[in-house]
C-alpha cells in the first residue's frame, strides 16, 4: 500500500490501518521532517517526495498493489510506475491538480485499475452500510490501539480561516478540528 499525504488526517489513519492489515506500507510526505512522522505512526518505507522518486523507491520495495492517491497531477504517471502488475490507483483527493496524462497503453499495459471514491454524494443507506462495515473491520483496531486518530489541533469554529491558515502551512499531523465552544 502507498500512501500519498501520509501526514494528512487520511494518511495517519490509512498507514495505520494497513499495517492493522497487514500490508507492507510506503508513505509519501512533502519534506523529511513529516517522512520521519510517517514512519513514526508505523510505515515501513517514508520517502520524502521532495528529495527522491518515490516510484523508483517503490519499485525498489517491490511495486505497490494498492496506491491511496490523493495529490493527482503529475504523481499519476509516477503512480503507475510504482504500481504492480494488476494493481488499482484509487484517488480520494487531488491536492495537486484535478488532471492528469493518462497513458492508455501503460494502464493496459499493467492491467491496473483507476478508480474514484468519495463519501458526500452516496445515498443514507450506502452510508449506513459502509459504517457497519467500519465498525465491524476497524473498530476493533481502534479498541485495540492498533489505529490511533491523530488530532492536530483544534479551533473555535469562530477562528475556522485560522484553521485554514494552518493547514496551508503544511505541519499538520493529522486532523484539524474545528470546535463550538
Not at 528529495?51 to 523508483?56: G, I, L, P, R, V
Not at 496506491?67 to 503529475?74: A, K, P, Q, R, S
Not at 484535478?98 to 497513458?103: G, N, P, R, T, Y
Amino acid at each position: 500500500l502507498m500512501v500519498h499525504g501520509a501526514t494528512s488526517g487520511i494518511g495517519t489513519i490509512a498507514i495505520q490501518m494497513g499495517k492493522a492489515a497487514g500490508a507492507k506500507v510506503i508513505a509519501t510526505a512533502r519534506g523529511a521532517a513529516t517522512a520521519a512522522v510517517a514512519k513514526g505512526l508505523g510505515a515501513d518505507v517514508a520517502i520524502d517526495a521532495t528529495a527522491e522518486d518515490f516510484a523508483e523507491v517503490a519499485k525498489r520495495e517491490g511495486g505497490c498493489d494498492v496506491v491511496l492517491e490523493m495529490v493527482g497531477g503529475d504523481y499519476f504517471a509516477k503512480d503507475l510506475d510504482a504500481l504492480k502488475t494488476g494493481g488499482r490507483i484509487v484517488f480520494i483527493a487531488s491536492q495537486g491538480g484535478a488532471e492528469v496524462a493518462l497513458q492508455i497503453f501503460r494502464i493496459m499495459q499493467k492491467r491496473a485499475v483507476v478508480t474514484g471514491s468519495t463519501l458526500r454524494p452516496r445515498d443514507a443507506d450506502e452510508k449506513a452500510r459502509l459504517a457497519a462495515e467500519v465498525e465491524r473491520v476497524v473498530w476493533p483496531w481502534v479498541e485495540s490501539g492498533a489505529v490511533r486518530v491523530q488530532l492536530d489541533r483544534t479551533f473555535p469554529l469562530a477562528e475556522a480561516a485560522r484553521a485554514h491558515a494552518h493547514l496551508e502551512t503544511d505541519t499538520h499531523v493529522g486532523k484539524v478540528v474545528l470546535v463550538t465552544v
